[in-house]
């Protein structure tokens, strides 16, 4: 931390980098980072590897994000003219795509904040909490250790929460002391915890609310002797129902509100691959099976993953591995 500080004194060219697909907490943690550093008269930039789901058009700064598959050069010059380099809620550089080896060249001083498990040694400074929450909560310590929580105002205070409040889906899981500390600390700052419930949980469009009847009623299989649901979409769902970033956030967890399941998977075949995510309750480890299967990794509860098949092909992996993998538990009933 003492050298962190001293890396921040003077006012330095910052990139801010998070991970490909970027959720709430990507977001929130990198923009409130970023609005801190700004005040401190830091030149700060945000690379996002893709573009955000429109749902956090609101968090302060994000218009001036650069999207690295639409600006190529631009976020290939922030990198290259970094001082400093944030990397946030990701753990291996192949998390950012092709800006991965913009960080590994740049000779800037790399700093990773991040919760994931199994954090790659690439960074100067390596800030990892496998425990917490968010990369929100790990944000909000950080600035309290670099005593820079002075800064945050209330738009600052709103990215962090969204972080965390998408991190834990509104606190239902992934939850610790210390995260409910942070959320007293930001709504002692003025956060209005109400208003972001409705802009991120209550604003869903129409067609997002059809196209999760759609998965529910049409594309969903649960296979009860493992207490496993899958949820699959193929390129012509994709084409069908105009699917686009943030359409299917989110729908991997209604299986798991199915009594007694235990393990979730939603399959989704995009343009050159077929991206995995699984959600599970309790022991059961998704980690573990998306780094061994499906070149990913994440948390226990929350991973994901991605194949070079197509949505078929896919489908009869993950049918394959999950009797081997669910046959190494002891399953219960849920009590
Ligand atoms: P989601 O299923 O929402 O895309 O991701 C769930 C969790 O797994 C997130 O924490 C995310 O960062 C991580 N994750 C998702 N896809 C991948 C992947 O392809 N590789 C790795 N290492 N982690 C992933
Ligand atoms: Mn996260």
Same mark, same amino acid.
């Given at each position: ?155 600052? @205070?709103?990215? /962090? ?8 889906? #509104? %606190? +239902?899981?992934?939850? &610790?002391?210390? !995260? ?83 393990? @979730?998977?939603? /399959? ?8 995995? #995510? %699984? +959600?599970?309750?309790? &022991?059961?480890? !998704? ?49």
């Amino acid at each position: 931390m003492d050298s962190l500080h001293q890396l921040l004194r003077q006012p330095a060219n910052v990139v801010i980098v998070t991970h490909k697909n970027p959720d709430g907490d990507a977001l929130g943690s990198s923009l409130a980072l970023a609005a801190v550093l700004t005040k401190l008269r830091h030149t700060v930039k945000v690379v996002l590897p893709n573009d955000f789901p429109p749902l956090f058009n609101f968090l302060p700064g994000i218009d001036n994000a650069i999207i690295g598959e639409m600006n190529p050069t631009e976020a290939v010059e922030a990198f290259e003219n970094a001082e400093i380099i944030f990397c946030l809620d990701f753990n291996s550089l192949d998390r950012i795509d092709r800006f991965g080896l913009d960080v590994m060249a740049s000779k800037a001083t790399k700093v990773l904040i991040d919760h994931h498990l199994d954090p790659e040694p690439f960074a100067d400074h390596i800030i990892s909490k496998t425990t917490a929450s968010s990369t929100a909560e790990l944000i909000y310590d950080f600035l309290v250790d670099m005593k820079l929580d002075t800064y945050i105002d209330v738009q600052i @205070a709103e990215a /962090i929460y969204t972080g965390i409040l998408m991190d834990t889906g #509104s %606190f +239902r899981y992934g939850t &610790n002391e210390r !995260v409910f500390e942070v959320a007293a600390a930001l709504k002692r700052l003025g956060m209005d915890d109400y208003l972001l419930q409705i802009r991120l949980f209550n604003s869903m469009t129409e067609k997002q609310l059809k196209l999760l009847g759609h998965c529910l009623a049409n594309r969903m299989d649960l296979i009860s002797e493992y207490q496993t649901g899958i949820i699959w979409l193929d390129r012509n769902d994709y084409k069908e129902w105009a699917i686009g970033r943030g359409d299917t956030e989110g729908i991997v967890n209604y299986i798991l509100m199915v009594r007694n399941m235990k393990m @979730a998977v939603f /399959i989704s075949e995009q343009q050159n691959v077929t991206k995995l #995510s %699984f +959600r599970s309750k309790g &022991n059961i480890n !998704v980690q573990e099976i998306c780094s061994k299967y499906f070149n990913g990794g994440g948390h226990r509860n929350a991973s994901g993953g991605q194949m070079k098949a197509s949505v078929q092909d896919t489908l009869a992996k993950v049918r394959e591995i999950i009797p081997l993998t669910m046959n190494s538990y002891q399953l219960q009933h849920d009590q």
